[in-house]
């Protein structure tokens, strides 16, 4: 339970640093555009609270994942990581792409990347702190 619990926490430090970047670089810009265009749609910020619980529930998986895989290596965690966020936001993206017409396909190509960076890094530290304290 301590290497879960600790992997936790360093991946929700990694993922709120990354995320952070990412947000102030691409994503609020993005959503203030989005909001311009459409303000009847979509919050001129957006709603932190379901933001962070969606964050948290994928660090969860990641997490639960990278052990009951047994993935322990750096080189293994981030790739698990990477391929789990790049697949599970380009599913998410379709969705939205397909659904409304506020999401294009440009930005579901940088949020595709994004998410992909952010859990091939997040999983490399995920996978390296549950070896470090089994």
Known sequence: MKKLTISFFLGFLTFSII??????????PEF???HNAYPSAVNENPEPVSGILLGIIQLIVLVVLLDKLKIDSIKNGA???AVFSGLLWLMIDLQMVSLTSIFNYDFLVVDVVISTVLGLIGGAVIA????KYS
Do not use: E, I, P
């Not at 952070?20 to 609020?28: D, K, P, R, T």
């Not at 390296?128 to 070896?131: A, E, V």
């Open 19 to 28: 995320g952070s970047v990412a947000a102030f670089l691409f994503y609020l």
């Open 32 to 34: 203030a555009a989005l």
């Open 79 to 81: 790739v698990l990581g």
């Open 128 to 131: 390296w702190s549950q070896k």
